[in-house]
Structures are given as C-alpha cells and as structure tokens.
C-alpha cells in the first residue's frame, strides 16, 4: 500500500471526495494525509478525516496567513482528535513576501510550541527562507519538510535534528536534476511520497488537477533514483510514514476491485454468482464500504 502523507482534500476534484477516495484505493494508495492551510479549511478538512477509513488530517497555517493567533483555532479538542496526526502545514515562505518576516516567524515558532505541547509532528514548508528555517526548526521538534525542494546543505542540518523529506511530484519534472540529486542522498528511512494535491501533478499528468493516485509515480521516480524496485519501495516508504506519524493507525482493506471485475459484479445478482465470477466475500464487503463514511465516535 502507498500512502499519500499531504494534499487538500477540500479542494474542488472531479467526481467529489468520494470518487478522489475511490480511485486512489483502486491503484493501491489506501491512506491520505489532508492538511489544512487556513484557519477556513478546518471545518473541511476534519468532516473529511473524520467520515473516511484511512484518510487522516495535520492542522495547521501556512505562513500566508501571518498575522493570526493560531491558538485561537487549534484548540485541545482538534488536536486531542485521533483523526489528527500532525501540525501543518506550517512555516516559512519568502518566495513572493518577505516585508512581513516578523510576522511569519511568529505564527511559525507558535505552531512550533503548540506541536511540542501535543507531542504531534509538524508538517513544514519552507521555500526561499532555508537561513531562518534552520534556525527555528529545531531538534525540539519533529517531523517533515513537505515537498521539499531545498538545498543538500539545508537538509544535512535538518537530517541531524531527525527530520524526514518528502518527495512531491516535482521530482518528475524535468528540470527537477538538483532535486533528485538531493534525494539520491537523504538516507532511504527518511523520505515520504506526497502529491500536495491539487497542486504539483507529476509526469505524465502535468497541466491536469493532481490526485493522490498519483502519488505513486513520484514513489517510482524515487525507485529510480534509488537504484531499486518499484516493489522494494512501497514497504520502505510505507513504514517511514508510519513512524513519521505515531498516530496513523491504518484499517487494513481488501484490495478493491478492476474494471473487469466490476463488470462481473454488476452481472451477479447472489453470493454464489459472485463466486463463480471469482470475487472474494472481502472485496464485495469493500465495495459496498468503500464510500460509507466512518463510525461516529
């Protein structure tokens, strides 16, 4: 199973949530991590984790919303929720705005604090601001520097204080050498596979709103890289995700039906025509489970 550890969800897909769920899990991507950017995605992006088996959510603000007080919307009971397993995204962005420095660094180290409090990872963006986001993100914290497109200098520093990196679909791009010279180097139990859909589709989807199922053409480029199988990596990428993240607890699934076989499905009207078109009594159960939201607590 891959595991696409950051997207927003709460963007607008083709088909609604329930179909981005459906075709994620029909290429064996059976978890997702939404992250919210803003204090408005909370209500969303929650309702999301909380009515889907194996999807999970990180809460925090992007540095784009400088200027608020995070506290005021990350409260006790959101980041008690055992849907929720990390802070973030958070942190540093002087790409485009550099005049509200101060500001930024505030609501990044405050979110920094209320993660150390929860004991929860955080979820970190960081893009033309490498000097300051080696000086706040310490090993006080832990957690993983999300798409990461930095320097080799900037995640030697991070690597010493136990942070992972996680490879986004830009590691397709052809332009992208430096890059995959970088994560030709990380060490292998410290990288992830992202999406951070709907942004960022990796070849062959490049123009076109990216999805989670996506996500397993940037765990192939990274096989590449690496100089090893596509096999070989699901399984080492899938456990440093889950010690990435303490809190994801995955309900294992029945790996879901293929075309062919929904074709047999809608043909059979009982158990026994079921079987004879060679579906298992699990895969049916997850058919019928697929889109039904979670058990309330």
């Known amino acids: 199973m891959f595991i696409d550890t950051h997207c927003h969800l709460n963007n607008e897909y083709r088909g609604g949530i329930n179909s981005v769920v459906g075709r994620a899990r029909r290429k064996n991507v059976g978890a997702i991590v939404t992250s919210t950017a803003e204090p408005g995605d909370l209500d969303d992006v929650l309702s999301i984790a909380r009515g889907h088996k194996n999807i999970f959510a990180t809460v925090g603000f992007h540095p784009d919303c400088a200027g608020i007080n995070p506290a005021e919307y990350l409260t006790p009971e959101i980041l008690n929720d055992d849907k929720v397993i990390g802070v973030g995204e958070i942190g540093l962005d002087y790409h485009e705005k550099k005049d509200n420095r101060d500001a930024q660094i505030k609501l990044f180290t405050e979110q920094l604090e ?6 929860l990872p955080v979820v970190v963006h ?14 006080k ?3 993983v520097l999300h798409c990461y497109t930095g320097s080799w200098d900037l995640a030697k520093v991070l690597l010493d204080r136990g942070f992972y990196f996680s490879a986004s679909g830009i590691l397709t791009f052809k332009r992208a050498d430096e890059m995959r010279h970088v ?3 990380l060490p292998m139990d410290r990288i992830v596979v992202e999406t951070d859909a709907p942004f960022c589709a990796p070849v062959p ?3 076109q709103t990216c999805e989670s199922f996506m996500v397993k053409k940037t765990a192939k480029m990274l096989a590449e890289i690496r100089g090893i199988s596509f096999e070989e990596i699901e399984p080492i990428l899938y456990e440093n995700t889950l010690k990435l993240f303490p809190k994801m607890h ?14 047999r499905l809608r043909a059979a009207r009982d158990e026994r025509a ?24």
């Not at 209320?114 to 004991?119: H, S, W």
């Open 126 to 139: 960081a893009r033309d601001a490498e000097e300051d986001t080696k000086e706040f993100l310490t090993d």
């Open 274 to 297: 079921r079987e004879e078109a060679g579906i298992l009594k699990e895969q049916w159960a997850i058919e019928k489970l697929l889109n039904k939201p979670a058990d309330k607590k």
């Open 205 to 207: 989807f490049r123009g």
């Open 114 to 119: 209320i993660a150390r409090q929860y004991d």
């Open 183 to 185: 994560f030709a180097k």
């Open 141 to 143: 914290n832990h957690g």
């Open 250 to 263: 995955i309900v294992e699934v029945v790996k879901c039906l293929n075309g062919n076989q929904r074709k």
